[in-house]
């Protein structure tokens, strides 16, 4: 059986990228503006620390991988964690905003909901793999974010959980 790989999609991290870019401009322009006004500097580092946090949010998005093998699952966010398929109980998908309440709402006007792994985008669909010990743990992807929706999300939920059934030796239910 051959190891799946998913990444995040490219659009992903775009606006988070476009932010950092304008206050490093700004903080470049705040700077050329107050030459020789020492107050100048303080009032740039304002900018200057927003870009470092968004450059290291885009960052953290980019990392961002699964890897399905025939050991179990490699969830990599910050730090890789291996999963074996011995070790998991239960897989399922969790979605948070279905599409008639996006119809209703308006994915761009309603209320933005901030999360912590989706740095301000609301998470539409994710994937969550329960662990022998009963906790669940949220894969870092495939993932569907609000900015970045994903049209192959539940082919991919669907390989996660064929290849943990296949590892556990249930037939896939139909």
């Known amino acids: 059986?051959?190891?799946?790989?998913?990444?995040?999609?490219r659009s992903l991290g775009t606006p988070t990228l476009v932010k950092a870019c304008l206050a490093v401009a700004a903080t470049a322009i705040l700077l050329l503006l107050g030459i020789g006004v020492r107050a100048a500097v303080y009032v740039a580092g304002f900018p200057a620390a927003a870009s470092i946090a968004?450059?290291?949010?885009?960052?953290?998005?980019?990392?961002?991988?699964?890897?399905?093998t025939a050991a179990?699952?490699?969830s990599r966010r910050l730090r890789s964690r291996f999963v074996p398929w011995t070790q998991i109980r239960d897989v399922k998908v969790v979605n948070r905003v279905t599409v008639a309440h996006l119809a209703v709402m308006g994915s761009r006007n309603g209320v933005r909901y901030g999360s912590r792994s989706g740095g301000g985008t609301r998470k539409l669909s994710s994937v969550r793999v329960q662990l022998a010990n009963g906790r669940w743990r949220e894969l870092a992807m495939p993932v569907a974010w609000e900015?970045?929706?994903?049209?192959?999300?539940a082919?991919?939920?669907?390989?996660?959980?064929?290849?943990?059934?296949?590892?556990?030796?249930?037939?896939s239910a139909v």
């Open 1 to 9: 059986m051959e190891d799946v790989e998913y990444r995040p999609q």
């Open 54 to 68: 968004w450059f290291a949010a885009y960052a953290c998005k980019r990392r961002l991988r699964a890897r399905i």
């Open 72 to 74: 179990g699952i490699e």
């Open 147 to 153: 900015n970045a929706p994903d049209p192959e999300f």
């Open 155 to 171: 082919n991919k939920a669907k390989v996660i959980t064929d290849r943990w059934r296949a590892a556990i030796g249930q037939a």
